[in-house]
């Protein structure tokens, strides 16, 4: 636990005991009661209702495990793994584990830690409020995850 990994910039055990990032407070001015996400306007003028179709905070069972449950029946997910970086606490454990991508992706949430399901057409809005996030994937026909990769 104590060894530096240099992929780390680190030890493993500062690695493992750093505590994980909290989306509440980047969530909050989206989460007003009832079953509607509350955008601020991008001019800076009365905000603008846009449906929230779910959220997932991916954790034990991955982002195969988690995604879909905030999905309708009928309807699935294709999620894009080339549009965030996973990160190397993720690539050293699958390493020195012999560990396949298919199990990590099921095991962890590989460096995506919440997935925000929102209509199109407000995509963009609830981007400009929230610094880092991008649009990982889309809703499609069919269920469970499928992997664009």
């Not at 780390?8 to 007003?32: G, I, S």
């Not at 009928?74 to 584990?97: C, E, M, N, S, Y």
């Not at 590989?110 to 610094?131: E, K, S, Y």
Request: hydrophobic share 45%; aromatic share 8%.
């Amino acid at each position: 636990l104590e060894q530096h990994y240099p992929e780390l910039n680190e030890t493993l055990a500062d690695a493992l005991l750093r505590p994980h990032r909290c989306y509440y407070n980047d969530l909050k001015p989206f989460l007003p009661a009832g079953a509607w996400l509350r955008a601020p306007a991008l001019s800076g003028g009365a905000q603008q209702a846009a449906p929230l179709h779910g959220i997932a905070h991916v954790t034990g069972g991955g982002i195969p495990g988690n995604v879909p449950r905030i999905l309708p029946e009928g309807l699935g997910a294709r999620i894009d793994r080339a549009t965030w970086d996973v990160p190397p606490i993720f690539r050293l454990i699958q390493a020195k584990g012999g560990i396949v991508d298919d199990e990590m992706y099921r095991a962890f949430n590989m460096g995506l830690g919440i997935v925000l399901a929102v209509a199109p057409d407000a995509a963009d809005a609830v981007r400009a409020h929230l610094p880092g996030s991008f649009i990982c994937g889309e809703v499609v026909s069919g269920k469970g995850v499928q992997w664009a990769i």
